[in-house]
C-alpha cells in the first residue's frame, strides 16, 4: 500500500536550511542571451500545436512561471524522477554540493501537462527557457515527450530528459538523501526543493514511490544531523 504522508516536514526544512553564499550558475557556463532563447524557442515550437503543452515533474509544478490556461495529469511512460545531477552552485556549493532533479530513462512517472496561457507563449517560453536552460551548455536539456492524459497521447515539452551531464546518475538513494539533506547554495536547500515538490506532489495526489522514500530518508538523516531542539 503506498503511503501518501510525509515525513519531511517544513520544520525538517528549516533545521536544514542555512543562508549560504556562492554563484548561482556555474562561472565557466556561456549564459544564453535574448537572441539565442528567441532562437532555441522559435526551434523548439516549430510545427507543435497550441496551446504549447508543458510537462511538470518537479518545481513546474509548484512554480511553473508563466501563465497556465489548463492542467491535467499526465503520465510519461519511459521516464521515471531521479536526483541525477550534481549542484554545485545554486542549491548547492563546491564545498557541499547539492542534486536536481530530471527524468531518467524506464518506469514511469506522474505529473502534470501545464498548457501555456494562448497568446502569451512567444514570450513565456523565453522565460521558461531562460530559468531552465540558463545557459548554452544545456540547451540540448529541453525535449519533447510522449505523455498519456485523460484527453489520450500527445506531445508535450519537457527539460532534462535525457539530462546532459547526469554527474550523480547511479547514486545509491540513500547516498541521495545523504546529499540532499546537507546542501544549502544561494538558492535555497535541497531539503526545501524535495520539500516543495513531494508536498506538491501530494497535493495534486500524484503517486512516486521513489519520491517518498527519499523523503522519508532525508527527514531520517535532518534529524541524525540537526535534532530538534538542539
Known sequence: MFDTALSLTADHVARATRETDGPRHDPNWRLLDDDDLRQLSAALLQGRPRPVPIFAYGSLIWNPGFAVQASRRATAHGWHRDFSILLNHFRGTPEQPGLMLALAEGGSCEGLVLDMAEGTEAEAMIEVLRRELVAQELARNACWITVET????????????????????????????????????????????????????????????????????????????YPAGG
Open 150 to 225: 485523460e484527453q489520450g497521447t500527445q506531445e508535450a515539452l519537457t527539460f532534462y530528459a535525457p539530462p546532459v551531464a547526469t554527474t550523480a546518475a547511479g547514486l545509491s538513494i540513500e547516498g541521495q538523501a545523504a546529499l540532499l539533506a546537507r546542501a544549502n547554495g544561494p538558492a535555497g536547500s535541497g531539503a526545501d526543493y524535495l520539500h516543495r515538490t513531494v508536498q506538491a506532489l501530494q497535493d495534486h495526489g500524484l503517486r512516486d514511490g521513489y519520491m517518498w522514500e527519499l523523503q522519508r530518508l532525508v527527514a531520517d538523516e535532518i534529524d541524525r544531523l
